[in-house]
């Protein structure tokens, strides 16, 4: 069945350091995949979205990379700042009948301190 | 900016009752979204919509169902809550890509509504 995987175990890192989050997935080829955060108690919200034949993609201190054959995504935050500090979900669309969905891995959590 | 708004953001329910979460978007998407959220299992969608009066099952349907009468508006219905409908639950909402069989990307959340079933 198809599978997404992140990292469970929180990132700590060091203020002004580079924070990379991975994403990897097994049992299908997605078209595009997504970047959300998600503070607690709220609803995620949207970063960046990637298709299958990007390789990058940025966003002001925000970096995706997108590999097809390794079947993983890299998240990174450039000069990273303690207001980073979030769960970051990556989804990838699955096709189902025709209507396409979303499917969410479980999220990593990342803690910056000052 | 777009918004996806819950009924309630906590909500307490006993074992047998019948709960109603509304969601509304003010963005005119087609596609809404319900989904739960527990520890360690990320998102996991219940029903979806593409059009009004328009479902479809996601990955964990048994124990609700779904109502969407008009394109804002996407209701979640626990027919008979249970212990374990205790979880976040999120709606999102989304527009559908012509030509791509109703294919979507960017999903908006609302702020979610914790459920606590006693």
């Known amino acids: 069945s198809q599978k997404i995987e992140q990292n469970s175990e929180a990132l700590n890192i060091q203020e002004g350091k580079t924070a990379t989050l991975t994403c990897n997935y097994t049992?299908?080829?997605?078209?595009?995949l997504q970047w959300y955060r998600q503070d607690p108690g709220r609803g995620p919200v949207f970063l960046l979205l990637i298709r299958e034949n990007e390789k990058e993609k940025r966003k002001e201190r925000l970096k995706v990379t997108f590999d097809t054959t390794l079947k993983q995504s890299l998240f990174h935050i450039t000069a990273s700042q303690p207001a980073d500090s979030a769960t970051y979900l990556c989804a990838l669309d699955s096709p189902r009948g025709g209507y396409n969905k979303l499917i969410f891995g479980a999220g990593t959590r990342l803690a910056v301190h000052p | 900016d777009v918004k996806v708004t819950q009924s309630s953001r906590y909500l307490v329910k006993r074992t047998g009752e019948k709960v109603f979460l509304e969601c509304v978007q003010d963005m005119d998407h087609e596609n809404m979204f319900w989904y739960r959220q527990d520890p360690g299992l990320g998102l996991r969608l219940i029903y979806f919509s593409y059009d009004v009066k328009m479902k479809e099952k996601g990955d964990i349907p048994e124990g609700y169902s779904v109502s969407r009468e008009k394109k804002e508006r996407f209701s979640l219905i626990l027919e008979s809550a249970s212990t374990n409908q205790t979880s976040m639950y999120l709606c999102a909402s989304s527009f559908a890509l012509p030509g791509w069989g109703g294919v979507q990307e960017t999903q908006y959340f609302g702020p979610g509504t914790r459920l606590l079933v006693l």
């Open positions: 049992n299908y080829s997605p078209a595009y």
